[in-house]
């Protein structure tokens, strides 16, 4: 059950080592789903997509063995990767397509299976117990129905991003009486 928790993807040698290690073969014979659904609910300069993309090729995973999915496009068995990393964007957006589409019950089963599990921020948030902290960054609920909760898979707030956003999340971390996971860009949390 390997879960990596990142801002914006795995930068850092060091962690980029810490990552590959989790990995049971070469990088280059990963599998890896690549979700990018977060994304479609951003507007804007998407350059920091692109970036991404690249350290994941960064890693050695070769691009052929990449597929880019988008929740609810078509059937997916999470079964046939090796790795599933969920791409940050808009939080509320990513959690209402998982909900839609049942995806959340997918996931789980992927960790359960010992399948690797990356996220970079929304797709860290998520696993979560709340949503909350994606209003640090302006995201808000697509709808006025839609719930704060998160997945659950981790018990707490996981908080990306905290190098650019210090003072707003430490004013929010002051209401949250939870436990809390705090990312910096670049850096990350593995869970084994």
């Known amino acids: 059950m390997p879960i990596v928790l990142s801002s914006c993807g795995i930068i850092k040698p060091d962690f980029k080592n810490k990552v590959l290690a989790l990995f049971r073969k070469p990088a280059n014979s990963i599998k890896l789903l690549y979700i990018t659904t977060a994304a479609d609910g951003e507007s804007g300069d998407m350059s920091w997509a692109d970036a991404e993309y690249k350290n994941i090729l960064a890693l050695g995973i070769l691009d052929k ?13 999470l079964d046939t990767f090796d790795v599933v990393y969920v791409l940050g964007g808009n939080t509320f957006y990513l959690m209402n ?6 995806f959340d019950k997918q996931i789980k089963s992927a960790i359960e299976k010992g ?3 990356i996220g970079s ?13 994606a209003e640090v960054y302006g995201d808000i609920p697509v ?3 839609q719930s704060y909760d998160g997945l659950g898979i981790i ?6 991003h905290m190098n650019q956003k210090s003072d707003a999340y430490k004013t929010w971390l002051d209401t949250w ?15 084994k």
């Open 155 to 160: 018990n707490g707030a996981i908080i990306p």
């Open 97 to 102: 397509k998982i909900r839609e589409f049942d």
């Open 65 to 77: 063995n990449i597929h880019e999915y988008k929740i609810g496009s078509s059937e997916v068995n």
């Open 143 to 145: 709808s006025d129905k």
């Open 121 to 133: 921020s929304a797709g860290s948030i998520i696993l979560g117990t709340t949503l909350k902290p």
């Open 177 to 191: 009486d939870g436990e809390s996971y705090i990312l910096y860009d670049g850096d990350g949390i593995i869970i």
């Open 115 to 117: 399948i690797t599990y």
